[in-house]
């Protein structure tokens, strides 16, 4: 267990509909960062918050955002689902002064 | 942005024979390169990583090589056994550059043979 959490686990929805996954990270640690793992497209970044800040931007779609609150934990909006938005995502955390970044669980989103 | 090439894509192996995966990464100001094991429907877990200040890296049956030079990294892992069947990535980051988010290969299928 890495002290990652996300919610839901797993989110089945359709064309054009809005989901938000949420993800808490480990206690102190004050960067969050949002991957997205398909068949195609591997691992890919999307978006870095660091404690509240968006700080770095990889991958991610204009339909897509995100926010980290003053709790620290963060969520993923997106909306104007494809089909191709089917993937898992993961969020991961890190604290200020290390460069190591631990996974949730990820979330399993499928539309269908 | 930063590009990481990962060889192979699927590396059978017998059990008790050792197994190396190598990485390239394109972005030369790349510092720290960390690699993770994934299970089926699980999470990415770091099993070790390296900073760019170190050519080397072991802990226990898993080592890591860097050399910057001709910017690629491999993971060795010694004397396989079953539970090391996973999908091995590795990954390249700048660690205090613009984007902070880790540039994945594509991973490798690592079997291990009974």
């Known amino acids: 267990d890495s002290g990652v959490t996300q919610t839901p686990k797993h989110l089945i929805t359709a064309t054009g509909q809005r989901v938000t996954l949420r993800c808490s990270p480990r206690?102190?640690?004050?960067?969050v960062y949002w991957y997205q793992q398909s068949l195609d497209q591997g691992l890919q970044f999307l978006i870095q918050?660091?404690?509240?800040?968006?700080?770095a931007k990889g991958n991610i779609l204009e339909r897509f955002s995100a926010q980290q609150f003053p709790d620290l934990h963060s969520e993923l909006n997106l909306s104007s689902l494809e089909l191709g938005d089917s993937a898992l995502y993961f969020c991961?955390?890190?604290?200020?002064?290390?460069?190591?970044?631990?996974f949730g669980p990820g979330t399993r989103l499928t539309v269908l | 942005g930063e590009n990481v090439e990962q060889h192979p894509s699927t590396l059978s192996v017998q059990e008790g024979d050792s197994a190396v995966i190598k990485c390239t990464y394109s972005?030369?100001?790349?510092?720290?390169f960390p690699w993770y094991k994934q299970e089926l429907g699980k999470r990415p877990q770091l099993i070790i990583d390296?900073?760019?200040?170190?050519g080397e890296k072991k802990d226990q049956r898993i080592a890591v090589t860097l050399n910057k030079t001709a910017k690629h990294f491999s993971l060795h892992i010694t004397e396989t056994q079953p539970e090391d069947s996973a999908v091995y990535f590795c990954?390249?980051?700048?660690?205090?550059?613009?984007?902070?988010?880790?540039?994945f290969g594509k991973g490798t299928h690592l079997i291990i043979q009974p």
């Open positions: 991961a955390s890190s604290s200020g002064g290390s460069d190591t970044q631990y």
């Open positions: 206690s102190g640690d004050l960067s």
């Open positions: 918050y660091y404690n509240g800040e968006e700080r």
């Open positions: 972005d030369s100001a790349s510092n720290y």
């Open positions: 390296i900073r760019s200040n170190v």
């Open positions: 990954a390249a980051r700048v660690v205090g550059g613009g984007a902070d988010g880790l540039t």
